[in-house]
T-cell receptor, first 113, second 113 residues
Framework: NAGVTQTPKFQVLKTGQSMTLQCAQD?????MYWYRQDPGMGLRLIYY???????DKGEVPNGYNVSRLNKREFSLRLESAAPSQTSVYFC????????????FGQGTRLTVV | KQEVTQIPAALSVPEGENLVLNCSFT??????LQWFRQDPGKGLTSLLL?????REQTSGRLNASLDKSSGRSTLYIAASQPGDSATYLC????????????FGTGTRLTVIP
């Protein structure tokens, strides 16, 4: 079972470059999420999609855009990368209800120089 | 905004010892409390989910308790093993959907053989 798959696993960007982080889930979940994890801080929600065709901002959306391409895929785009976006990015799916868990991908470690 | 705190930030114990990890949250109006495990370079794996109506959950050597009135949860690990070495994160969920998950910064556990 693949679960939640993120690509790439590692990426180095120069300031101002753009890139898209890909995420796909095979669990037929309606909801998908993008988080970032920084040292000394808990995971913070960037954007989420409660269902195909909808997206909403989370706690730290500035500098990012998202696309819910279909039920399986939810991508995160950095249009003009900044050093402050150096972080580990996690995609998750599920957790639609109060008593159900969310499943996380293995993360993308992004460095912006 | 929900604030989640985990103390200590790091903990080292000899193999076989029982240990307790602590999690506190500022807003007692939560729907559930989840504990996750994160291995270096990996994603998050859900360990236990305690619904607001429950006091504790058990899975193998793990036992998590929840006291909403005091804003505290504990994760008890019995007979620790080197394979338990990881970072443990707690997250308080305020509503349905993982967009309502608020994470602590984690406790990094090292079990010394």
């Amino acid at each position: 079972n693949a679960g939640v798959t993120q690509t790439p696993k590692f990426q180095v960007l120069k300031t101002g470059q753009s890139m898209t982080l890909q995420c796909a889930q095979d669990m037929n979940h309606n909801s998908m999420y993008w988080y970032r994890q920084d040292p000394g801080m808990g995971l913070r929600l960037i954007y989420y999609s409660a269902s195909e065709g909808t997206t909403d901002k989370g706690e730290v959306p500035n500098g990012y855009n998202v696309s819910r391409l279909n039920k399986r895929e939810f991508s995160l785009r950095l249009e003009s990368a900044a050093p402050s976006q150096t972080s580990v990015y996690f995609c998750a799916s599920g957790g639609d209800w109060m008593d159900t868990e969310a499943f996380f991908g293995q993360g993308t470690r992004l460095t912006v120089v | 905004k929900q604030e989640v705190t985990q103390i200590p930030a790091a903990l080292s114990v000899p193999e076989g010892e029982n240990l307790v990890l602590n999690c506190s949250f500022t807003d007692s109006a939560i729907y559930n409390l989840q504990w996750f495990r994160q291995d270096p370079g990996k994603g998050l794996t859900s360990l236990l989910l305690i619904q607001s109506s429950q006091r504790e959950q058990t899975s193998g050597r793990l036992n998590a308790s929840l006291d909403k009135s005091s804003g505290r949860s504990t994760l008890y690990i019995a007979a620790s093993q080197p394979g338990d070495s990881a970072t443990y994160l707690c997250a308080a969920q305020k509503g349905a959907g993982a967009n309502n998950l608020f994470f602590g910064t984690g406790t990094r556990l090292t079990v010394i053989p």
